[in-house]
């Protein structure tokens, strides 16, 4: 049972400039998604950082807000909050699979995503992981963006190409400057 089970976190980024994040959430199930949010607030300002919050009709618009912000807003990071209880029809597996795989393909691009997407059997599951004296997914989430935010601050300007040389480093001896 994972609720035994002890956990390592890496401690939190310093940043020398704060970071500023959009906390996108789903609140179809509200109180759990006010537990993911209370989390998710208190990592980023313990880290200096500040945040806007906005809301989407479910986890499946997810990632398409989040796309939307990293096009035409200025943000660092993004933390996606949601909860997807398991019902009676394969609708649940279509919700998690691609609200993640929507998210995973915005991170593989370079945008820096906390998934707080919580996939549970049942409430009782989703209380006990969404409440910041629990659980704290919400936390762990924000805290997963920010970590992002520092590897993507520290990486930026050191682009190293894709293994291709411009054409100079080609040019043998004795050749002309054509």
Same mark, same amino acid.
């Given at each position: 049972?994972?609720?035994?089970?002890?956990?390592?976190?890496?401690?939190?980024?310093?940043?020398?400039?704060?970071?500023?994040?959009?906390?996108?959430?789903?609140?179809?199930?509200?109180?759990?998604a006010d537990d993911l949010i209370a989390g998710a607030k208190a990592v980023i300002e313990s880290c200096g950082a500040s945040w806007e919050l906005i809301e989407v009709p479910g986890a499946l618009e997810l990632p398409t807000a989040i796309?939307?912000?990293?096009?035409?807003? @200025?943000?660092?990071?993004?933390?996606?909050?949601?909860?997807?209880?398991?019902?009676?029809?394969?609708?649940?597996?279509?919700?998690? @699979?691609d609200s993640s795989r929507g998210l995973m393909l915005l991170g593989l691009q370079g945008a820096c995503i906390g998934n707080g997407i919580l996939t549970v059997e049942n409430r009782a599951q989703a209380v006990v992981r969404a409440a910041p004296s629990e659980q704290d997914k919400g936390g762990g989430a924000a805290a997963a963006a920010l970590h992002l935010i520092a590897l993507?601050?520290?990486?930026?300007?050191?682009?190293?190409?894709m293994g291709f040389k411009p054409v100079d480093e080609f040019r043998v001896a004795g050749t002309s400057e054509a």
């Open positions: 049972m994972a609720g035994s089970e002890s956990h390592f976190s890496l401690p939190l980024p310093a940043f020398e400039r704060p970071a500023k994040l959009l906390i996108v959430v789903a609140p179809y199930y509200r109180d759990i796309a939307m912000a990293e096009r035409q807003a @200025n943000f660092d990071g993004y933390v996606a909050l949601g909860c997807v209880i398991r019902g009676e029809t394969t609708h649940y597996d279509t919700v998690c @699979n993507s601050r520290r990486w930026s300007g050191q682009r190293k190409g």
